[in-house]
Nanobody
Framework: QVQLVESGGGLAQAGGSLRLSCAVSGRIPGFFSLGWFRQAPGKEREFVASINWNLERTPYADSVKGRFTITRSARNGANTDLQMDNLQPDDTAVYYC???WGTGTFNRSSSFQTWGQGTQVTVSS
């Protein structure tokens, strides 16, 4: 069974930085993308960024472009990081790592089959 575990959440001040990590374990059935989503209190889960299996596609939500950077350990690698710079209070949310099987580029939550438990990020003003 495939599992995803996030780490690195916490508290930051506006303008600060945090780095989230996600590790995938278990029997991985072929090529897959990794993505990050977030959900703030009272809001729907939203896409943040993803990276496809060969590292050539890294779509970002408009709200985080230029501030967040997604990376992956290797082609089809089992680890991904999300570097978050210039954090703002609106970035406060639970951040989820997710895996989408296949060679495509994915940015919809319905495309991701396996999810982590989430890690809290809180940004104070």
């Amino acid at each position: 069974q495939v599992q995803l575990v996030e780490s690195g959440g916490g508290l930051a001040q506006a303008g600060g930085s945090l780095r989230l990590s996600c590790a995938v374990s278990g029997r991985i059935p072929g090529f897959f993308s990794l993505g990050w989503f977030r959900q703030a209190p009272g809001k729907e889960r939203e896409f943040v960024a993803s990276i496809n299996w060969n590292l050539e596609r890294t779509p970002y939500a408009d709200s985080v472009k230029g501030r967040f950077t997604i990376t992956r350990s290797a082609r089809n690698g089992a680890n991904t990081d999300l570097q978050m710079d210039n954090l703002q209070p609106d970035d406060t949310a639970v951040y989820y790592c997710a895996a989408a099987w296949g060679t495509g580029t994915f940015n919809r939550s319905s495309s991701f089959q396996t999810w982590g438990q989430g890690t809290q990020v809180t940004v104070s003003s």
